[in-house]
Structure formats: C-alpha cells, structure tokens
Nanobody, 115 residues
C-alpha cells in the first residue's frame, strides 16, 4: 500500500519560511519522479515542484527562486523548502508521484501565510 504523509505546514508571516516533508512508504521511492502540489481554496490543485530520480528539478513560475525541492532516497522522503512566503502561497500542500495517482493523495499539510 503506497502512502505519502506530509508534514511541516503552519502559520507564517509574509516573508517567512517553512520546510515541508513528505515520507513515502510502500513504494520503490528511488526510481520515481516526485512532486509537490498545492490546492488553494476554490482553485484546482497545481504542481509546485518536481524532482526526478536523477535529481532533475522543475518549478512552477510562481515559486522559482523562492522554493527548493530536494529528496533523500535513503529516507524515502522529499522536502520542500519555502522561503520568502507570500499570502498567495496559502494552500494545502501535498506530495505524490510526478505523474500523480489519484488514490495516493494524502491528507496534505496546511500552509497559511498571513500577518
């Protein structure tokens, strides 16, 4: 049973930072592209960043230069370092494969950027 468990969200002021973690289980983590996604209220879920098994990285234009995705294959964990956070980054953040599978969405972790 594949499972992704996200953590690290919270309430932060504009300009602040958070580091999200996603622990994967039940999968051969090392061979898959992993992605961080987010869904804001009233909006569709969108891809924020992805990282291939070989370390190739892509970011959504809205987060380039502020967010950094990384992975630790030994721990089957993918991270998202978020700096210079803006109110528009407020959303529930999820991880999944780079080609996401609907049945594998976890609970997500809430990120709220507000003063």
């Amino acid at each position: 049973q594949v499972q992704f468990v996200e953590s690290g969200g919270g309430l932060v002021q504009p300009g602040g930072s958070l580091r999200l973690s996603c622990a994967a289980s039940g999968t051969i983590f090392i061979i898959y592209t992993m992605g961080w996604y987010r869904q804001a209220p009233g909006k569709q879920r969108e891809l924020v960043a992805s990282i291939t098994s070989g370390g190739r990285i892509n970011y959504a234009d809205s987060v380039k230069g502020r967010f950094t995705i990384s992975r630790d294959n030994a721990k089957s964990t993918v991270y998202l370092q978020m700096n210079s956070l803006k109110p528009e980054d407020t959303a529930v953040y999820y991880c999944n494969y780079g080609a996401p599978i609907n049945g594998y969405w976890g609970q997500g972790t809430q990120v709220t950027v507000s003063s």
